[in-house]
Antibody, heavy 120, light 109 residues
Framework: QVQLQQSGPGLVKPSQTLSLTCVIS??????????WNWIRQSPSRGLEWLGR?????????EYAVSVRSRIIISPDTSRNQFSLHLNSVTPEDKAVYYC??????????WGQGTTVTVSS | EVVLTQSPGTLSLSPGERATLSCRAS???????LAWYQQKPGQAPRLLIH???IRTTGIPDRFSGSGSGTDFTLTISRLEPEDFAVYYC??????????FGQGTKLEIK
């Protein structure tokens, strides 16, 4: 049974970098079948897909246009996890952040969610 | 960018009744790559249906998805108490990848 366990701070200062990690159990970040995603949810923006990383003989990263200039999603094969780094955060980035496994062009396994507040 | 509009915003029904939720796309959904999720308070969304009509493993058969092109429907044939939640549709396209509808809240009448 695949499980995703998220970790990271719930409070980030404006202009700083939001960093979250998603540890995978029961599957591999290097899988040739799945993709590893970050999604966020807020009352103002609803559910918003941020980006993904996946391995198909080499690593690929794809990002939503809305955050493309300030996001990095990176795999860590030694720890079987992947991370989200979102820089230059503003109060608009306040949301619940989820990691998720992508299959069938949908997200079939979700992390537990991390509530992130942006405040000084 | 494909925009998904869900209706109604809120649906009030009783257990045992049939629920019909709609998801309309602003343009045709690529290969009918449309998914449905259920979300309960304080929980992550749960995938119910992918590719418009394929139930995920473990999802009861009272949930069914249909539609193609721009119009899609999630039907719950006989509502159980645990089905009252918020439902989202989601589509895939090559850019910006995944977009979600704004949700339909299914509440107990």
């Amino acid at each position: 049974q695949v499980q995703l366990q998220q970790s990271g701070p719930g409070l980030v200062k404006p202009s700083q970098t939001l960093s979250l990690t998603c540890v995978i159990s029961g599957d591999s970040v290097s899988s040739n079948t799945f993709a590893w995603n970050w999604i966020r949810q807020s009352p103002s923006r609803g559910l918003e897909w941020l980006g993904r990383t996946y391995y198909r003989s080499k690593w690929y990263n794809e990002y939503a246009v809305s955050v493309r200039s300030r996001i990095i999603i990176s795999p860590d094969t030694s720890r079987n996890q992947f991370s989200l780094h979102l820089n230059s955060v503003t109060p608009e980035d306040k949301a619940v952040y989820y990691c998720g496994r992508g299959q069938h062009n949908a997200i079939d396994v979700w992390g537990q969610g991390t509530t992130v507040t942006v405040s000084s | 960018e494909v925009v998904l509009t869900q209706s109604p915003g809120t649906l009030s029904l009783s257990p045992g009744e049939r629920a019909t939720l709609s998801c309309r796309a602003s343009q045709s959904v690529f290969n009918n790559l449309l998914a449905w999720y259920q979300q309960k308070p304080g929980q992550a969304p749960r995938l119910l249906i992918h590719d418009a009509s394929i139930r995920t493993t473990g999802i009861p058969d009272r949930f069914s998805g249909s539609g193609s092109g721009t119009d899609f429907t999630l039907t719950i044939s006989r509502l159980e108490p645990e089905d009252f939640a918020v439902y989202y549709c989601q589509q895939y396209e090559t850019s910006p990848m995944f977009t979600f509808g704004q949700g339909t809240k299914l509440e107990i009448k």
